[in-house]
């Protein structure tokens, strides 16, 4: 069978991780709902038949295998591992040899045969990218029970490496490599099979000398291979942006020079790695070295996309934040940095999911339990949740902007940041307060950035002893200034005699400056109202100032009259003394 499918190039192995992070969440919830209704059970359960066809029968959870072989997973790296040691009868287990052949001599020779044909040529698929799952690969057309883990090439002639499924006589699963592909694997000596340039480089030390099973001088060719892939993808890259500016005038504006500059490093590192693995199956490094190195070249064509897309998140929301800050949209700008933040948290939150599967760790098994703590912890992170909401109601609603002056509570200040979770004012004395967006979104705001012009109403005090004829000369004067005022809404403007007071007679004037410029609005109202005081001066009696008369009434001394004291009646002792 011919593979003309790649099937470990960072890209055809990132594009498959990633349409299995849907599934992992899916697992998570069916998962959770599994934890929170009842618990788990080891023997064969038939689950009730609710819709008329036949119950579903899930399969018993059996005992581990002593060799691993209970998925497809644990046989590759329990063969790689083997053949590391130089453990041939226990690899020869790990394949499914006609019952004709004899594990001791045969199958050691099929395993040697194998490993010579992987060295030379051949290639395995990522640990972490071969199912971990007693059933395989359900979905790559390939049939229940057989997955594909590799490639090899015969006489020019490329053929897929596969693993099938057997059964134990207990019934448990076991997988192991495929009679189809054993068959294919020729049996050759190591005097037949052409020697590999880095053996054929290597000096006699560095092959004689071995470490896991593999001539150190693999491991030392590997790593100058590593840094050679680099400086070559470099050289090519930077050639190609050098030609690019030179032959596209385009690539010096914005945001096209962004994009190109956000494109360099991704296409730098996953070009390395691109070509690290061809040259080291080239040159003829053994695929235990190489094996060991899979994983580190996925986790570089991974971080090489996600960094593009960081970057690429980047540059273009810059660049519309300048596009909203040119139209004057600041409402445009919080949206944008919301958005930005959002994207960055979601890809990073992605991309540690991805490289923690990358390095066999049970991403299924976590998010399930995120399903479970996820409620605990919107238990005890109601505020953040609160404040989360309240910059969604920030920015839906937008009853404030970024680069808005504003007054929040007793808050006075501009707008800086509006973030997930707080938003930040530059007050008037240049300190900065931070308000959680919960609190926030339930205060009073008040908004001067969207005033569209400015009241002026001062109220002018006349003294008592203005005259009425004076009042009425002076009115219409005052009137006259508000019509000469530069920007002065006539429409709304007025001067009325509104009250008397208990020291004043007062004045009231009313308009508004067709003007959102507050210096200039300051500058008028400075002009009008000192004109204002010369007019009160000229045709009245001039400003009163706050103070309260007292008059008092002087009554009449009453006479001090006479006491008669009659001689007939006793006087007190007190009177007489005085006397």
């Given at each position: 069978?011919?593979?003309?499918k790649?099937?470990?190039?960072?890209?055809?192995?990132?594009?498959?991780?990633?349409?299995?992070i849907?599934?992992?969440?899916?697992?998570?919830?069916?998962?959770?709902?599994?934890?929170?209704?009842g618990t788990?059970?080891?023997?064969?359960?038939i689950?009730?038949?609710?819709?008329g066809?036949?119950?579903?029968?899930i399969?018993?959870?059996?005992?581990?295998?002593?060799?691993?072989?209970?998925?497809?997973?644990?046989?590759?790296?329990?063969?790689?591992?083997?053949?590391?040691?130089?453990?041939?009868?226990?690899?020869?287990?790990?394949?499914?040899?006609?019952?004709?052949?004899?594990?001791?001599e045969?199958?050691?020779k099929?395993?040697?045969?194998?490993?010579?044909?992987?060295?030379h040529?051949?290639?395995?698929?990522?640990?972490?990218?071969?199912?971990?799952d007693?059933e395989?690969?359900?979905?790559?057309?390939?049939?229940?029970?057989?997955?594909?883990?590799?490639t090899?090439?015969?006489?020019?002639?490329?053929?897929?490496?596969?693993?099938?499924?057997?059964?134990?006589?207990?019934?448990?699963?076991?997988?192991?490599?495929s009679?189809?592909?054993?068959?294919?694997?020729?049996?050759?000596?190591?005097?037949?099979?052409?020697?590999?340039?880095?053996?054929?480089?290597?000096?006699?030390?560095?092959?004689?000398?071995?470490?896991?099973?593999?001539?150190?001088?693999?491991w030392?060719?590997?790593l100058?291979?590593?840094?050679?892939?680099?400086?070559?993808a470099?050289?090519l890259?930077?050639?190609?942006?050098?030609?690019?500016?030179?032959?596209?005038?385009?690539?010096?504006?914005?945001?096209?020079v962004?994009?190109?500059?956000a494109?360099?490093?991704?296409?730098?590192l996953?070009?390395?790695?691109?070509?690290?693995?061809?040259?080291?199956?080239?040159?003829?490094?053994?695929?235990?070295?190489r094996?060991?190195?899979?994983?580190?070249?996925?986790?570089?064509?991974?971080?090489?996309v996600?960094?593009?897309?960081?970057?690429?998140?980047?540059?273009?929301?810059?660049?519309?934040?300048?596009?909203?800050?040119?139209?004057?949209?600041?409402s445009?700008?919080?949206?944008?940095?919301?958005?930005?933040?959002?994207?960055?948290?979601?890809?990073?939150?992605l991309?540690?999911?991805?490289?923690?599967?990358?390095?066999?760790?049970?991403?299924?098994?976590?998010?399930?339990?995120?399903?479970?703590?996820?409620?605990?912890?919107?238990?005890?992170?109601?505020k953040?949740?609160e404040?989360?909401?309240g910059?969604?109601?920030?920015?839906?609603?937008?009853?404030?902007?970024?680069?808005?002056?504003?007054k929040?509570?007793?808050?006075?200040?501009?707008?800086e940041?509006?973030?997930?979770?707080?938003?930040?004012?530059?007050?008037?004395?240049?300190?900065?307060?931070?308000?959680?967006?919960?609190?926030?979104?339930?205060?009073?705001?008040?908004?001067f950035?969207?005033?569209?012009?400015?009241?002026?109403?001062?109220?002018?005090?006349l003294?008592?002893?203005?005259?009425?004829?004076?009042?009425?000369?002076?009115?219409?004067?005052?009137r006259?200034?508000?019509?000469?005022t530069?920007?002065?809404?006539?429409?709304?403007?007025?001067?009325?005699?509104?009250?008397?007071?208990?020291?004043?007679?007062i004045?009231?004037?009313?308009?508004?400056?067709?003007?959102?410029?507050?210096?200039?609005?300051l500058?008028?109202?400075?002009?009008?109202?000192?004109?204002?005081?010369?007019?009160?001066?000229?045709d009245?009696?001039?400003l009163?100032?706050?103070?309260?008369?007292?008059?008092?009434?002087?009554?009449?001394?009453?006479?001090?009259?006479k006491?008669?004291?009659p001689?007939?009646?006793?006087?007190?002792?007190?009177?007489?003394?005085?006397?």
């Amino acid at each position: 069978m011919i593979s003309k499918k790649p099937l470990c190039t960072p890209v055809y192995l990132l594009e498959k991780r990633f349409s299995t992070i849907c599934t992992l969440l899916l697992y998570a919830v069916f998962f959770s709902v599994l934890l929170l209704g009842g618990t788990f059970t080891h023997a064969q359960v038939i689950a009730p038949d609710t819709t008329g066809n036949s119950p579903e029968v899930i399969a018993p959870d059996w005992p581990d295998d002593s060799l691993g072989r209970r998925n497809p997973r644990g046989t590759v790296e329990g063969f790689i591992e083997a053949v590391s040691d130089e453990n041939y009868t226990k690899a020869a287990r790990y394949l499914n040899l006609d019952t004709t052949l004899k594990v001791e001599e045969d199958g050691i020779k099929m395993v040697q045969a194998l490993q010579r044909l992987l060295d030379h040529g051949g290639k395995i698929i990522p640990y972490s990218w071969i199912s971990n799952d007693q059933e395989g690969q359900l979905n790559d057309n390939l049939g229940p029970n057989l997955d594909r883990v590799g490639t090899a090439t015969v006489k020019d002639e490329s053929f897929d490496i596969f693993v099938e499924k057997t059964v134990e006589a207990t019934g448990a699963p076991i997988w192991l490599f495929s009679s189809q592909t054993i068959k294919r694997i020729p049996v050759i000596t190591p005097e037949e099979v052409e020697e590999p340039i880095a053996d054929r480089t290597l000096p006699d030390f560095l092959k004689e000398n071995k470490w896991g099973g593999v001539p150190i001088g693999h491991w030392i060719s590997m790593l100058l291979l590593a840094i050679l892939s680099y400086l070559v993808a470099w050289s090519l890259t930077s050639a190609a942006i050098f030609m690019l500016r030179l032959l596209w005038h385009k690539s010096k504006n914005e945001p096209t020079v962004g994009i190109i500059l956000a494109f360099e490093l991704p296409i730098r590192l996953y070009l390395s790695a691109w070509i690290l693995v061809v040259s080291s199956q080239e040159v003829g490094i053994s695929i235990i070295v190489r094996q060991r190195f899979s994983e580190l070249t996925i986790i570089v064509g991974m971080v090489a996309v996600l960094l593009l897309l960081w970057r690429l998140i980047d540059v273009l929301t810059r660049f519309g934040e300048k596009q909203m800050i040119r139209h004057n949209n600041m409402s445009g700008i919080s949206i944008v940095l919301f958005l930005r933040r959002g994207a960055k948290i979601a890809l990073l939150i992605l991309g540690v999911i991805t490289i923690l599967s990358t390095f066999g760790f049970d991403v299924t098994t976590g998010i399930a339990a995120l399903g479970i703590g996820g409620i605990a912890l919107a238990l005890g992170a109601q505020k953040t949740v609160e404040n989360f909401v309240g910059s969604v109601t920030l920015i839906a609603d937008q009853p404030i902007r970024v680069g808005d002056f504003c007054k929040v509570g007793q808050t006075l200040g501009k707008v800086e940041q509006i973030g997930m979770r707080s938003t930040r004012l530059r007050t008037n004395e240049r300190t900065i307060v931070t308000i959680p967006n919960g609190e926030f979104s339930s205060l009073q705001i008040e908004n001067f950035a969207h005033r569209d012009r400015y009241l002026i109403n001062p109220k002018l005090r006349l003294h008592y002893q203005t005259t009425p004829s004076q009042i009425r000369t002076l009115l219409p004067a005052l009137r006259n200034l508000l019509e000469l005022t530069p920007k002065m809404d006539l429409e709304s403007s007025r001067v009325r005699l509104i009250e008397i007071t208990e020291d004043a007679l007062i004045v009231e004037v009313f308009g508004y400056i067709n003007t959102i410029d507050y210096n200039e609005f300051l500058e008028i109202q400075e002009n009008l109202i000192l004109q204002m005081m010369e007019t009160v001066e000229a045709d009245g009696k001039g400003l009163a100032i706050p103070s309260r008369l007292l008059y008092f009434n002087q009554e009449k001394e009453m006479t001090e009259e006479k006491t008669v004291v009659p001689t007939n009646q006793s006087v007190p002792n007190e009177l007489t003394a005085r006397a």
